[in-house]
């Protein structure tokens, strides 16, 4: 994406930003989980009645077509769901650092909008592959930043990027239709912010194999 439009545009609606996007986004998450957690005995359960479901939109339920991305990870241990909220808040907080509210804010957006879209197309939307784009992105800016897998191995970000790259690539090959239009869809916002660099990276490697191959 063009840096000079998204400055513009920055000068020109930044005040409309809203700061620490991801926060409120996770604390929704938690609330969502919580509630989950302490109603269960009673059989209410708030993330099925805010999970993306067409059929449900179709019978006036539109809320669904965004409280979806209030949805935790679903997992059977509650460790890897904090973890998750954590970790979502960790990168996310990092690129509104590094870019600005109003850059992260379209970011996310974008990748709201595509999820919705896909959604809407196909039936199926989920916010799983938007925090993997969200990832994707902080793993590109920041490939050198270092976690602790399972606790206990120190790795570099960029080495869990390939993997995840790999598993969307996986994803889009043997996945059904609606799962490749929600991948697709979900990481335009890595398209539109990240293709232009990684088209020009690409193009910087073919001059320096064409000139490496006349030198010889």
Known sequence: MNNKWLS???WKYGRYAIHNLILYI??????VFGSDFILSASGI???SMLEFDMNAIMRG???RIVSFIFVPASSGFILFTLLAMYFSWLIGSALENEWGAFKFNLFYLTGVIGTIIGGLITGYATNFYLSMSMFLAFASIFPDFQILLFFIIPIKVKFLAWVTAFFLFASLITGSWSVRASIMMSILNLILYFGPQMWERLRQWQRRTAWK????
Do not use: D, E, H, P
């Not at 996770?26 to 609330?31: D, P």
């Not at 191959?213 to 010889?216: D, G, Q």
């Open 8 to 10: 513009r545009m920055s």
């Open 26 to 31: 996770v604390i929704g998450q938690a609330i």
């Open 45 to 47: 359960n708030l993330t």
């Open 61 to 63: 339920q539109i809320w």
């Open 213 to 216: 191959r006349k030198m010889r």
